[in-house]
């Protein structure tokens, strides 16, 4: 708590020249959109698809500090594991978007592709085989308002898009200015979070802005782990990661003239995470006669950025940017050892690092059609993409024999520097045959060098039935490429096989060795999207919207089975490879369907001259199923995936979230409330198959403020300290681990339970 109190103090000194500023929250039905649709002026519950608008004064009062935890509490359709102990899953924030896998949701930052992370979730958790965007890359302070489509739109934006598109908008303000200071801390007195932001616009010329944001933060790792009934002691660390993360986002615009203007935006972020790996038991190393627990600490630069020019040339509106993006992570692990050094083996490694970088030119042409029936619009457009995707290898004493404890690091068996180029076109149409139906389609053509060509199209429709009333349904296919990470990883590391410690190599699938245990080239997944609703509202202050929803998605992509045994070792030591006895590697083994139901409601207004009420409630029902698992083409006896693996993209995330926010301000008071109700999902934690129950959390807050411009907040999360279910099979969990695993690393509450939190914030 002291960060907490220390940061109200410095921001009340701070602030004494804040200036009144009246605050109104936007309406997220007529917020005017810019996701899923070319056209301009259109309002959320206008689009043809369901998309949400969450503003950046929703996601602040959350009192989540990364915007991953923020979304999860208030969306319904999102869902962000809190993954407790695996260094790639936990140490990066991607989100899932209705059941499916993160990097089938394609991210935008002001409406340009974002870039992926160069790390890849190799480990046994939730996005396992991705390499998605890292929303902790994106300050918060930076983020206007976000607008999520929850429709498949790959023939708007490309590969990715298959369950939907997150669009995250940032502040484009030329005057003004927000401060924030944040400090959390868990009930157990762990998990002392600090957050210091600021935003800032600047006029730039005649109608120009530059506006700057800021933010850096610091959180001390929690742990949850039970007593290690081997030794009697707590042995692992299982909860969030030590972390500390710094970013600045610019975003700026110059008029040139009266019809075009110059812009720009982009983000910068530095981020050093770190989580504990397996605990090595007495005995496994001289230099530690007691056991140890390797630490691996992920350090990660992440930049993004855009510049573009966009105008007026007659009747047409037309964009043209350059967009640039880069993830780079190297990686170090310490408290370990090599065993294969004994003595002489050092206790901290270099373990190399990963670069994965994105170029992307996009031009788009765009004509309103005012004159043709009763209105609609036209844009065309193409776009360049070029990816490049390294490895660097480690300290030799990383990867020497068994290699460091933890993670061995990275020595691929042939160098990784990859790269690829993507092209495409694409035509979109929407028209208003009458002035109650609008109709839309869209064509898009990718060509990338490494798998040739793919053709994704769309349909929309949206009929007004009466004033305040409409139906509307999209028809559609689309793809995800598979990554540069996905075809050419390689490392080697420890991970647990049927509550066992073992060493597994993960290999490109044009590995010699991967080809002889099944691998073969990846090919793109393929979709067909349908989704069909009713919209009412908004009529005065209400609104709701009921969707169905069915995504079908074959040669989906996923990380194989630790494959092991005999014929695994034969062809191993044929190879010469030593410091491994388990693989794994990419391939399109699975077809799956997911189908759902999305609902929302809405209502806020006046209760009084002074006295305002806001309510949002949601619900998703989510059901994916495994329709086709390809047998191994090389061992038959030993399947590409098993019942771990496959429950990761079909079970192990929540069946049905109900949220609810609800908001109450009278003069300088005001007081919050969220809700979340998490259904029940279905893992395999060690050994055994388990349904988890499901948890629902309540967080509460209340607000002054002290004078104009200037607010104090208290709140609480997990009000009721809600707590994940305990793992069932203690027995062979003990044998495996002592049983120090309260859970598995599929909990969408984590595992910290009831904290507290202050916020003070200043408006000038």
């Known amino acids: 708590m ?105 991210v935008l930052v002001n409406g340009k592709r974002r870039h992926a992370n160069a790390v890849l979730n190799v480990n046994n958790s939730i996005g396992r085989g991705s390499a998605a965007v890292d929303l902790d890359t994106i300050p918060e302070s ?115 003239g009266n019809a075009a203007e110059i812009y720009g935006f982009g983000t910068l972020t530095r981020k050093i995470s770190n989580n504990g790996a397996g605990f090595r038991v007495p005995g496994f190393s001289p230099i530690y006669p007691d056991g140890f627990l390797p630490i691996i600490e992920p350090r990660i630069w992440d ?7 966009r105008g007026d040339i007659g009747a047409l509106k037309a964009d043209l940017s350059q967009s640039f993006g880069s993830n780079e992570a190297d990686f170090s692990v310490f408290d370990t050892a090599n065993v294969s050094l004994g003595l002489a083996s050092p206790t901290r490694f270099n373990s190399g690092g990963v670069t994965y970088r994105q170029y992307v030119t996009d031009f788009t042409l765009s004509l309103p059609l005012d004159g043709v029936l009763a209105g609609g619009n036209i844009a065309a457009g193409g776009q360049y993409r070029h990816e490049s995707y390294k490895i660097r290898s480690g300290d030799p004493n990383a990867y020497f024999g068994t290699g460091a404890d933890g993670f061995a690091g990275f020595n691929p068996r042939n160098p990784t520097n990859e790269s690829r180029n993507a092209w495409a076109a694409f035509l979109d149409l929407e028209l208003r045959p009458v002035e109650q139906l609008l109709l839309g389609g869209a064509i898009r053509y990718d060509d990338y060098g490494d798998f040739g060509g793919k053709t994704t199209w769309r349909a929309t429709s949206r009929l007004e039935l009466m004033e305040g009333a409409a139906i509307r349904a999209t028809y559609g296919t689309g793809f995800k490429a598979p990554s540069l990470q996905q075809q050419y990883f390689s490392a080697v590391q420890g991970a647990l096989s049927a509550g066992r410690l073992v060493t597994v190599g993960t290999l490109p699938v044009g590995d010699p060795v991967a080809r002889a245990l099944g691998a073969s080239d990846l090919k793109p997944e393929r979709s067909r999207n349908f989704t069909a609703g009713l919209v009412v509202g908004p009529i005065d202050g209400f609104s709701f919207t009921a969707d169905y929803f069915r995504i079908r998605i074959k040669d989906r992509i996923a990380l194989s089975e630790q494959l092991g045994g005999a014929a695994v070792v034969n062809i191993l030591t044929a190879a010469g490879i030593t410091n491994f006895q388990q693989v794994r590697f990419f391939t399109n083994a699975i077809d799956t369907t997911t189908r759902g139901v999305e609902l929302t409601a809405r209502w806020q207004g006046d209760l009084a001259p002074d006295t305002q009420l806001s309510l949002t409630a949601g619900y ?114 003990i044998a495996a681990t002592g049983g120090s695993f309260p859970t598995g690393e599929e909990t969408p509450i984590g595992l910290n339970g009831r904290t507290w939190y202050a916020r003070l914030t200043a408006r000038f």
Do not use: C
């Open 2 to 106: 002291r960060y907490a109190m220390s940061a109200v103090g410095v921001a009340i000194l701070a602030s004494g020249t804040a200036q009144a500023q009246t605050e109104t929250r936007p309406d997220p039905d007529n917020e005017i959109i810019v996701t899923g649709t070319r056209a301009s002026g259109r309002a959320a519950l206008e689009s043809s698809a369901p998309v949400d608008v969450v503003s950046g004064d929703t996601i602040a009062d959350t009192g989540f500090p990364d915007l991953g935890r923020a979304l999860n509490f208030l969306q319904p359709s999102v869902n962000f594991a809190r993954a407790a102990t695996t260094a790639t899953a936990a140490n990066t924030k991607p989100v899932t978007l209705r059941g499916l896998s993160p990097d089938q949701t394609l």
């Open 142 to 256: 930076a983020i206007e308002r976000i607008e999520i489509l929850r429709d498949g739109a790959a023939a708007q934006y490309g590969s990715d898009a298959i369950a939907g598109v997150v669009n995250i908008i940032l502040k484009s303000n030329a005057s003004g200015a927000s401060a924030e200071l944040f400090g959390s801390v868990t009930e157990e007195g762990d998990g002392e979070t600090g957050l210091a932001s600021a935003s800032a616009g600047l006029a730039l010329g005649d109608g120009g802005h530059l506006t700057v944001s800021v933010s850096a933060r610091a959180q001390r790792p929690t742990n949850r782990a039970f007593v290690d009934q081997r030794f009697n002691r707590v042995t692992y660390r299982i909860g969030d990661p030590k972390a500390s993360v710094a970013s600045l986002a610019l975003d700026t615009a110059l008029p040139l």
């Open 303 to 309: 930049v993004g950025g855009t510049v573009g020019v």
């Open 620 to 733: 998703g029902w989510f059901k994916s199923r495994l329709d086709t698992l390809r047998p191994n083409p090389v061992l038959p006896a030993l399947p590409l995936l098993n019942m771990k693996s496959i429950l990761f993209v079909t079970e192990a995330q929540p069946k049905s979230k109900f949220t609810f926010q609800g908001s109450l301000t009278h003069g300088a008071f005001d007081v919050g409330v969220n809700v979340a109700a998490f259904g029940t999902y279905t893992s395999q934690p060690l050994t055994a198959v388990q349904t988890f129950g499901g948890k629902e959390t309540v967080d509460v807050s209340m607000g002054y403020k002290i004078f104009d411009g200037v607010r104090v907040g208290l709140g609480v999360q997990n009000l009721f300290d809600a707590r994940p279910d305990t793992i069932d099979d203690q027995v062979l969990a």
